[in-house]
């Protein structure tokens, strides 16, 4: 796997561990996307990889994207349907502002974490999880094309 300039393999590892910790809890699903560079607004094209990587096929529209375009200093973080209806903007834009205080000081690593636990703590208290529940989508951190 390539070094990004500003989260090790290590940390891309460790990251995986948080998410799979924190969706140990819920039937929600939480993604991490990385790339470079993205033409398009930070939204949009996290609107987009939502839809790209499956993130709309929860069956309970609980699944949470973090992405994060480096090089542009861009990022956004959305949640499918479910999730937004019980938390609403004003959490994510919480979260948002967690992210910037920690991009702005160099910590990509330790926003990305924040925002992954910030999120798995929402998702465990809207959506625990129950008996039978399966993880749907993988856990792994994805840099650069989405894969489907």
Request: charged share 30%.
């Amino acid at each position: 796997m390539e070094t990004l300039k500003s989260v090790t393999p290590g940390e891309l590892a460790e990251l995986k561990t948080t998410i799979s910790e924190a969706e140990k809890r819920t039937s929600g699903e939480i993604r991490v996307f990385i790339e470079d560079h993205s033409e398009d607004g930070p939204l949009d094209r996290a609107a987009y990889i939502f839809e790209k990587i499956g993130m709309k096929k929860t069956s309970l529209n609980n699944g949470v994207l973090i992405y994060v375009a480096l090089k542009d200093r861009k990022f956004s973080i959305i949640g499918d349907s479910g999730i937004h209806a019980k938390v609403g903007s004003a959490f994510w834009d919480a979260i948002k502002e967690k992210m910037t205080g920690h991009f702005k000081e160099g910590r990509i690593f330790e926003g990305l974490k924040t925002a992954v636990r910030d999120s798995g703590e929402a998702l465990a208290t809207y959506f625990p999880y129950t008996s039978g529940d399966r993880d749907e989508l993988s856990n792994d951190v994805i840099y650069g094309e989405p894969k489907v």
